[in-house]
């Protein structure tokens, strides 16, 4: 399949469309990816000039990067998917590889990021009842402030 | 030498009849005789969390013994123990669960924070952490440290071995009606609210 | 550097390659309900079902705080008398938020903050966060760095598999195994506080380098290691492995094949035990592993016993390596001498203005790094432990996120204690070898 391909740091990254998902995911397959290692997401409301975005990909506000690996040839690839930010929709990879279904629940419980077709998209790290998706960048931190600084410290 | 007392003779006869008896044997009042052995055979309940549970495990262990205090039998069993360690850093969803099985404890019961995490947050200074159990349950001892090593728990244990034999905390106790009630106020100073990061 | 097969046991089980059961919505192993509604029907039987055969089912809540969970973890377990059908194992009840945290803390405080997430092998999230900084900062660390941080994390793997053998063998009812882990245990974590200062959570390795040299005489004192520690593993094959009630509790307990352990990403000893050949030290080395040679232990069955028995020849490996790095550690300096990045010495201080500036700079700033994403990856006792890192070309991280091995490996469990008893679930779980910590950052 033809999507933009960057190089960094001797690791290869592909930026697929959100519909391209899918067939790329499964021509990596049968290429011989046969691990899905990571999935994980981003979100750059932040730092909206990020870095090493081929030209003809459209920057969304969130980003949701799954590394795979190759056994066999010892090589890794790193797909970055750009979601926009209202209803952000993701197709769920667990009938390719049933090990993302803890990770695609992490996604949608730190971001807010919805699978669709996933099994059973529930919290998992926060309590079942928390409102609020906490790695979002508008998300604050709930620091207590600390009685004795006097002034607006950085963080 | 045991020294014979007189019987009106209360006084507290250190170091000589039975160690740890601050009085003489034959004298002493069933109480100091209760609040000894419960300070020598204190039950811990395991509470074990995070890093800090490693390291109470290791003061369990052979090298720091903490047989040596009766203290060696975590029961698993929250009716049996008398002492809750409450080791590591308590998530929003670990907290209830904290307060639960404080409240299926017997009376009397203790409770030691151990390391920084469990007495004020420690280094997680945010939305995840409870900042301190005393904010869930009533603590007596604190162990500072990240993780505290096991002569700083063996330490804190002391402490309150101690505590527990002077009487201190039956009597702090009886005052704040029995321990386990919290009460909770309207408190008229303003509330903190938490600090919102200005967006980068 | 050759792989071993290890024939640990007699079973004449035949592995097949039908990784069907994990693929399943329906019928699964993995039971997925709510927490909420396993609540509401825990304790009773399922009386509402309509498949007839899940009548006599029972839901029952095992955890949090329970004597056989390797911490804070919850299993729901759908029950057949005392068989368990299907499950969930429940987490985040250690959340802390560590992935927040790590974006207002700085680059050097950055390992103070993971190093808390696997808190029985801590020096290989340090190493993780500090490759992936260092990718970023296209920097080079001096060989006596590489060779030392080497040595620390093989000394680290073989205190977190001696702590997995304490914790299994306490959870299967050997109670006097706790005991011996922890006294072996105990001489590496002397050494780790004569080195970096510290029991545990040590802080040690930074980007740039390690925090501190070795400390004089760390020759003999990794030399009376040495002699400590093998002859104690022997006594352990002697209580342990060949005894006959250890083999029945754990042969054929909670087993898995290649493709099922590969479509559920899992890595490190349950890879392994299935038999199939993958090490991070050896297929990709990181370091200076290339320049050392060691086996990879791998097993037959994919059962408990396999991962058990490949633990404790991990650490006979790592004990192989460490001997290797005494004879090779080369001197020179152990961190970067790139002004920028690492502090001056601290007596340099009161010599030097420009000395107290760098200090100045990067305690209270801390170094920029290039903006860029990355993704490291080291071999954690667990299995592939990964740091990826996004920076905006500031001194704090944009996004850090930790790929933690226990929480991809626990999602094997439901698949593994299925048509098990109870008891058999404890030793899958303790077989497993989660970390809360890492689990849940």
Known sequence: MNVPTVETFGQRVLHPEVEELIDLVTELKQEGFNMVVDLTAVDYLSFPARKNLPENVKPERFEVVVSMINHQTRKRVRLRVQIQEENPVVPSLFDLYPGTESMEREVFDMFGINFSDHPDLTRILMPEDWVGHPLRKDFSIGQIPVQFKASKAKR | ?200 | MTSEVVETNNQSLSVTNNDERVYLREGSAVLRISESEATSKAGNELTETSDPSEETRMILNMGPSHPSTHGVLRLILELEGETVERSKPVIGYLHTGMEKTAETLSYTQGSTNVTRMDYASPLFTELAFSLAVEKLLEIEVPPRATWIRMLMCELNRISSHLLFQATNGMDLGAVSMMIYGWREREEVLRFFEKVTGLRMNHNYIRPGGVAADLHDGWQADLRNLLEIIPPRLDEYDDLLTDQPLFQKRLQGIGSLNTSEALALSATGPILRSTGYDWDLRRDEPYLAYDQVDFNVIVGTHGDSFDRFAIRLNEVRESLRIVEQILDLMPSGDYRIQDKKITPPPRARIDESMEALIHHFKIFTEGFHVPSGEVYAAVESPRGELGCYLVSDGTSNPYRMHIRGPSFVNLQTLPHLMRGGLIADAVAVISSIDPIMGEVDR
């Open chain 2, 1 to 200: 030498m045991v020294r014979v007392p007189l019987i009106g003779d209360l006084a507290k006869v250190n170091g000589e009849g039975l160690e740890g008896l601050e009085h003489n044997f034959i004298t002493a009042r069933i109480e100091n005789l209760v609040k000894w052995s419960r300070a020598r055979s204190c039950w811990p309940a395991t509470f074990g969390l995070a890093c800090c549970a490693i390291e109470m495990m290791a003061t369990g262990a052979a090298h720091y013994d903490l047989a040596r205090y009766g203290m060696e039998v975590f029961r698993a069993s929250p009716r049996q123990a008398d002492l809750m360690i409450v080791a590591g850093r308590v998530s929003q969803k670990m907290a209830p669960i904290l307060r639960q099985i404080y409240d299926q404890m017997m009376e009397p019961k203790w409770v030691i924070s151990m390391g920084v995490c469990a007495s004020s947050g420690g280094m997680f200074n945010n939305y995840a952490i409870v900042q301190g159990v005393d904010l869930v349950v009533p603590v007596d001892v604190y162990a500072p440290g990240c993780p505290p090593g096991p002569e700083t728990l063996m330490h804190a244990i002391l402490t309150l071995h101690e505590k527990i034999q002077s009487g201190e905390l039956t009597r702090r106790r009886e005052e704040n009606s029995g321990g386990a009630a919290i009460e909770i106020s309207e408190s008229p100073r303003e509330i903190i609210k938490p600090v919102e990061l200005e967006s980068r």
